[in-house]
């Protein structure tokens, strides 16, 4: 009964709801904020040649960039790098007895990386 009650409510607030949107929309159609809300927006017209050339530009502008980037990786690689292994893990010879046990990858080791200058 109650749950009745609550969905007649639901749909007689729906049904008034449609029922202003109607009258807003067909009421008045004379007045002057319907006159406005009617005027056509005016945009540019769209220009493809243009937005071709702008991304064209945006594409030569990041290939400059990546350019750049590879031609500073490459000149700090030929400088070199200087690694030095903090810790290793003990080194296992294939087939060596100490190889059944330790099969997986050791954690422990570091390496720290510097750049040479």
């Known amino acids: 009964m109650r749950r009745d009650r609550y969905l007649n409510g639901v749909l007689t607030v729906i049904a008034a709801l449609l029922a202003t949107n109607l009258l807003v929309k067909f009421g ?7 006159a406005v809300a009617q005027q056509p927006v005016l945009s540019p017209p769209f220009n493809s040649g243009q937005e071709r050339q702008e991304i064209y530009g945006a594409i030569e502008r990041l290939g400059q960039k990546l350019d750049a980037f ?26 060596d007895k100490r190889d059944e046990k330790s099969s997986g990858p050791n954690s422990d080791t570091k390496i720290e990386v510097k750049r040479s200058n």
């Open 28 to 34: 008045d159609s004379n007045s002057p904020a319907a």
């Open 70 to 95: 590879e031609n500073s990786l490459a000149a700090r690689l030929e400088k070199g790098l200087n690694v030095k292994v903090l810790s290793m893990p003990p080194v296992v010879i294939s087939g």
